[in-house]
């Protein structure tokens, strides 16, 4: 099993920056090969922001948030990140964490979720 923690979310205005973080644990964390990003707005459906693999360094960007957003890692701490830069309003949503076999950027795809921290952006 894999259990993720996010934190770091909060309230900031737009054109700021935050940086949220996910700390893995765990007996399946080193097997889960992809770690993602998720956001989740209201009244709409989850969708990825970001994800790596954590054997390599190939990282994926949904269109919206490149250039902006920056997801990194380190692996001795099992720590996933996710800087974000000119935040906008419509960033706002709670971000999840994500962990699974893949980097397919569908939800479905991967077996691990944290509980999600909120960004909100005005």
């Known amino acids: 099993d894999v259990q993720l923690v996010e934190s770091g979310g909060g309230s900031v205005q737009a054109g700021g920056s935050l940086r949220i973080s996910c700390v893995a644990s765990?007996?399946?964390?080193?097997?889960?090969?992809?770690m993602a990003w998720f956001r989740q707005a209201p009244g709409k459906n989850r969708e990825a922001v970001a994800a790596?693999?954590?054997?390599?360094?190939?990282?994926f960007y949904v269109d919206s948030v490149k250039g902006r957003f920056t997801i990194s890692q380190d692996n001795a701490k099992n720590m996933l990140y996710l800087q974000m830069n000119g935040l906008k309003p419509e960033d706002t949503a709670v971000y999840y964490c994500a962990a699974g076999p893949y980097c397919t950027l569908n939800p479905d795809d991967f077996h691990y979720w944290g509980h999600g921290t909120q960004v909100t952006v005005s």
């Open positions: 765990g007996d399946g964390v080193y097997g889960s090969s992809c």
């Open positions: 790596l693999y954590t054997g390599g360094d190939s990282t």
